[in-house]
């Protein structure tokens, strides 16, 4: 208990300002004490306005009060010393890099806990006690600690923007609704924001949320319908390949027994012509020789009696050597002919019915080899039409919201969730997919051709094509390229083109940049793994009147 009234014995003998232990104290005609140096340098800051109020309470004072050293109080102080507690409490929070900074603290300032919207000002623990006891403060409206408190005040007349021109759509305070917003239609900051949040919540979270579950709902039936079918198709063509394999092992065995088979028959005829021949050869033979021995007969009469019967019979005509087809080696040629014929007219058949056989557009079996000629690529060509919700307010759509031209006015787009708002660039209304590509022809001093995730940020400077890891950018000058990537910049060397070409194959993760002019010549490829649609767009950077746009390709 003892420490606890001596901390509080201190926080009641410290300056508000500096939180330090009071230095030659001094009292406001309102009743707060502060240091003489921290009041008047408060007070010195506020002399431009011709006002000066109490950092506490904000009662002002006019004319500036003449302060006195309260010597009563400057004594308590020093026997406050004596005890030793000059340090500063050590649950004090200072504010860091990234905080915001109570405004009324001197020296090292204290983090902010809360700012007040009427005061525009941030205040820590300490210095907000006031809002939270003093009637005058009461309807005070505190929120989160902000740097951007400076917004709320009219920059012509010093003011909180407390109402809203409708008829401009813009923020004003009260003295603008009776100057150049006279006659407008005119409400509340909080009466427009009531609406405009109904708005919100009723279009971004019952339709957009929706949609999205809807199309997130939609992917996922497509992903298992791809499984399913790929399932079904690897089941069956494993199915009509084993019965193709079946069929022509069970066509090799049919022929293989049907070539024995022929040639048992044809042996045996040749072997059973070759037996006959034979014996009609050795009855010759002995024939022959009867008839030799007959020649040698002296015996006139017995010569001519024994001739007519000895006389030998001609060879059968089965046998006869006219009558036998002798082809060596080239019986079955024919048939080996044949089976040459048929494998060929296979091989063609394959050949020619395989890229209907192959699911092409999801690349199951091979990923197809990048085209070598621009006739090639125009087998992907995809029309790419721009998205108005993106673009920047100095970007002008035309031709069909294929071409975007940079001026220096700022158009009064819609204050779209997916409008870039720090760089002039625009991105697809598609989400590209699978293989494609487009050509992107520019004019002016530079152009960033680009591709990016949808979900890319919309503001600040990580939002520009090639600083994030959303989104990959080739950079061309007028003389020379450079690819970006989360903020990794690559010297890229290729002729200079004002027409470019772009190749995406999505699946496989191959991302190419063209110079386009009578040849194509490669930029950059980068290979890498995509998991969301990319969207194509494009960022102008020089001077009015500069464009890009996206080419229709014949």
């Known amino acids: 208990m003892a420490q606890k009234g001596v901390q509080l014995d201190r926080e009641t003998f410290s300056c508000p300002i500096c939180l330090d232990l009071l230095k030659d104290p001094v009292a406001t005609p309102c009743g707060h004490s502060y240091c003489m140096k921290c009041i008047t340098g408060f007070w010195d800051g506020e002399d431009e306005k011709k006002l000066h109020s109490c950092p506490q309470c904000r009662q002002s004072f006019t004319p500036r009060p003449v302060l006195l050293k309260n010597t009563m109080l400057a004594a308590l102080v020093e026997e406050l010393?004596?005890?030793g507690l000059q340090a500063a409490p050590a649950d004090l929070c200072y504010a860091g890099a990234?905080?915001?900074?109570?405004?009324?603290?001197?020296g090292r300032k204290l983090r902010a806990c809360k700012s007040c919207l009427q005061c525009v000002a941030s205040y820590c623990d300490q210095h907000l006690q006031p809002h939270y006891e003093l009637p005058v403060f009461k309807k005070h409206k505190l929120v989160e600690p902000s740097k951007k408190l400076q917004e709320n005040i009219c920059s012509r007349h010093d003011e909180v923007m407390k109402l809203f021109c409708r008829?401009?759509?813009q923020s004003i305070c009260s003295l603008c609704s009776v100057d150049e917003h006279k006659g407008h239609d005119t409400v509340s900051a909080a009466a427009e924001r009531t609406e405009r949040q109904r708005e919100l919540e009723g279009s971004r979270l019952n339709i957009q949320i929706q949609d999205g579950e809807k199309e997130v709902k939609l992917l996922q039936q497509e992903v298992e319908a791809v499984n399913g079918s790929a399932d079904k198709a690897v089941e069956d063509s494993e199915k009509t390949f084993t019965e193709l394999i079946c069929l022509v092992e069970e066509r090799s065995s049919d022929v293989k027994q049907q070539l024995r088979s022929q040639q048992e028959r044809e042996v045996s005829r040749v072997r059973e012509l070759q037996e006959k021949?034979?014996?009609?050869i050795s009855e010759l033979k002995r024939r022959d020789a009867e008839l030799e021995l007959?020649?040698?007969t002296e015996d006139h009469n017995q010569f001519l009696l024994s001739y007519p019967s000895s006389l030998p019979a001609p060879l059968s005509e089965a046998t006869h050597s006219s009558s036998t087809n002798i082809r060596p080696l080239s019986y079955f040629e024919d048939?080996?002919?044949?089976?040459?014929a048929v494998r060929d007219k296979l091989q063609d058949a394959l050949r020619e019915e395989w890229t209907n056989v192959s699911p092409t557009e999801v690349d199951v079996l091979l990923s197809a080899a990048e085209p070598a000629t621009r006739a090639g690529f125009f087998r992907y060509s995809q029309e790419v039409t721009l998205d108005p919700n993106t673009a920047h307010t100095q970007l002008v759509l035309s031709e069909g919201s294929r071409k975007a031209t940079l001026i220096e006015q700022l158009q009064s787009y819609s204050n779209h969730p997916d409008r870039f708002t720090e760089w002039p660039q625009v991105l697809s209304r598609e989400g590209l997919t699978g293989r494609c590509y487009w050509e992107v022809e520019w004019r002016?001093?530079?152009?960033?051709?680009?591709v990016s995730y949808k979900n890319i940020s919309r503001a600040g400077r990580e939002s520009l094509f090639g600083l994030n890891d959303k989104s990959w950018s080739l950079v061309c000058n007028q003389n020379s390229y450079r690819f970006s990537y989360n903020s990794i910049h690559t010297p890229v060397s290729g002729p200079p083109s004002s027409r470019l070409g772009v190749y995406l194959d999505h699946r496989a993760g191959v991302l190419s940049f063209y110079s386009v002019s009578e040849t194509m010549t490669l930029l950059h490829r980068v290979q890498t793994t995509f998991t969301q649609p990319l969207h194509a767009g494009v960022y102008l950077y020089g001077d009015n009147g500069d464009t890009a746009e996206f080419c229709k390709l014949k």
């Open 444 to 450: 002016g001093l530079a152009v960033y051709v680009a």
């Open 294 to 296: 007959l020649s040698h």
């Open 335 to 340: 048939v080996t002919a044949a089976l040459s």
């Open 98 to 106: 990234g905080d915001v900074a109570c405004d009324f603290c001197t």
């Open 277 to 280: 021949l034979e014996q009609e």
């Open 81 to 83: 010393k004596k005890t």
């Open 167 to 169: 008829t401009d759509q």
